[in-house]
């Protein structure tokens, strides 16, 4: 990485890009109190109860699309059922149908906001397959740019100043509801 990528926050700088967003997350300052019927200490479970600094960009019936506080790119989502379950032959119809439907509403809503050339869609399934989060499965919808230049310029913001987490999320749930 060059001295200029790390001032300009380039995709080479996305990791402390969102560090400040993550520690919030690491604190565990938001856990819920025990007797949950969902598991504590499982992200995916907690992010739908977030209200402040909330990552979720839509809320459907059955299953929810949130921002990766890891993103691989600006932008990426992740679709998940809000049943904690962590194989894709134990979500039921409804649940199949309906990630199905927010995958394709992510694309649209990404494509409008960053212009986005193509995308990365899928699940990593176990975590010999690579799930960060095994137990909980999510399908990520990752917006890819020739090059992968990011996108905020796009937005209309400087590329020198980072778009915080929670503004790209505002500009996506804003976008899916349209
Ligand atoms: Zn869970």
């Not at 917006?143 to 996108?151: E, S, T």
Request: aromatic share 8%; proline share 7%; net charge negative.
């Amino acid at each position: 990485m060059t001295a200029q990528h790390a001032e300009t926050g380039t995709p080479d700088g996305l990791e402390r890009l969102w560090t400040p967003h993550r520690m919030t997350y690491i604190s565990g300052a938001d856990r819920p109190a025990e007797g949950y019927e969902k598991p504590t200490g499982c992200p995916f479970c907690l992010a739908p109860d977030r209200v402040e600094d909330s990552l979720v960009v839509a809320r459907g019936d059955a299953v929810f699309a949130v921002l990766n506080l890891y993103p691989y790119n600006p932008g990426h989502v992740l679709v998940c059922p809000y049943r904690h379950v962590a194989d894709y032959t134990e979500l039921d119809l409804a649940e199949t149908a309906e990630l199905a439907a927010f995958t394709q509403t992510a694309m649209r809503v990404i494509r409008r906001v960053s212009n986005a050339h193509g995308f990365n869609i899928g699940m990593n399934q176990g975590g010999v397959a690579g799930a960060g989060i095994a137990a909980h499965l999510h399908q990520h919808v990752v917006p890819r740019w020739g090059g992968d230049a990011n996108f905020m310029p796009v937005i209309g913001r400087t590329k020198v100043l980072p778009q915080l987490l929670t503004d790209t999320r505002d500009l996506l749930a804003a976008a899916w509801t349209e």
